[in-house]
């Protein structure tokens, strides 16, 4: 009979139980919302890019037109000189 845990050592382990389940799942809260965070951080970044991608092939159309209207008026004032 001396081998069976008592009444105060049952509820001494049952807080321990309790408060480990506590401990990880605050570490489990605590985990995703650093990966939210972390995919936030994703998004926002691939968003600018795409913004940066689209402002770049804008730039780069606006050139090219600048480019062959200069091309066009230069010709063009040669030819009536």
Known sequence: M?????????????ERRARII????????ATANDLSAQHKMIGT??????????AEAWMF???????ALGCVFT???LLLE
């Open 61 to 67: 159309v606006v050139a090219t037109v600048s480019l």
């Open 45 to 54: 970044a691939i968003v600018e890019a795409v913004r940066w991608q689209k």
């Open 22 to 29: 506590a401990e990880l799942h605050k570490q489990a809260i």
């Open 2 to 14: 001396s081998d069976l845990p008592t009444q105060p050592e049952l509820t001494t382990a049952h």
């Open 75 to 77: 010709i063009g004032w």
